[in-house]
């Protein structure tokens, strides 16, 4: 069964610090991952997909087979990054996402 | 921009009631989603509809859900028994086409089953 998991329901960092959220997934077939993003009080909206491998907000995500991981990354975080991600797949038989539980990051100022 | 939008935002029923969520997708998608958040917990799927019919269903979708396209632009999900345990955030979604094209999602509808 496809599943996937984000490790960290809760992270903080200091603006201008690097930061990681961490996507693993379990799938037997190819999957197509996504992350999406909450920003307080408005609706879940797209940041990336990895098929289209580009860069947005300057977060960056690239799919690890070998690990079965597509963990988000950014350089240099920003306050306006403070929301909820949700890492999610895509089987290549469905239309349904799979989300994870969800990580809130908290950039401090 | 276009946005998937849905009512109410907030729907308080009593146990056993009927509810209907409602949601207008984007106009020119053609797939339409529910999933559902429980306080706390994931978001998961509910329900997809493609071509007027349901394409995909969850375990969660059972005898007491139904959707319903009832004329071009509303998309309706209807709980015929609510139970408390149905207490959670109702999130429509449309795409222009199937996964794994983008899901636009609406701002939800938290519903509360007293």
């Known amino acids: 069964a496809q599943r996937v998991t984000q490790p960290e329901k809760l992270l903080s960092v200091f603006k201008g610090a690097p930061v990681e959220l961490k996507c693993n997934y379990s799938?037997?077939?190819?999957?197509?991952l996504f992350w999406y993003v909450q920003y307080s009080r408005q609706r879940l909206q797209l940041l990336l997909r990895?098929?289209s491998r580009e860069s947005i907000k300057g977060f960056t995500a690239d799919l690890n087979k070998g690990e079965t991981s597509f963990h988000l990354k950014k350089p240099f975080a920003q306050e306006e990054d403070s929301a909820m991600y949700y890492c999610?797949?895509?089987?290549?038989?469905?239309?349904?996402?799979?989300f994870g539980t969800g990580t809130s990051l908290t950039v401090i100022p | 921009e276009p946005e998937v939008t849905q009512t109410p935002s907030h729907q308080v029923t009593q146990m056993g009631q009927e509810v209907i969520l409602r949601c207008v997708p984007i106009?020119?998608?053609?797939?339409f989603y529910w999933y559902r958040q429980i306080l706390g917990q994931k978001v998961e799927f509910l329900v997809s509809?493609?071509?007027?019919?349901?394409?995909?269903k969850s375990e969660i979708f059972d005898d007491q859900f139904s959707v319903e396209r009832p004329d071009g632009s509303n998309f309706t999900l209807k709980i015929r028994s609510t139970k408390l345990e149905d207490s959670a955030m109702y999130f429509c979604?449309?795409?222009?086409?199937?996964?794994?094209?983008?899901?636009?999602f609406g701002p939800g509808t938290r519903l509360t089953v007293t």
């Open positions: 106009s020119n998608h053609l797939y």
């Open positions: 799938y037997s077939g190819s999957p197509e």
């Open positions: 990895h098929i």
């Open positions: 979604a449309s795409s222009v086409q199937g996964a794994p094209y983008e899901q636009y």
């Open positions: 509809f493609y071509n007027n019919e349901i394409s995909e």
């Open positions: 999610a797949l895509v089987t290549n038989t469905g239309n349904q996402f799979y």
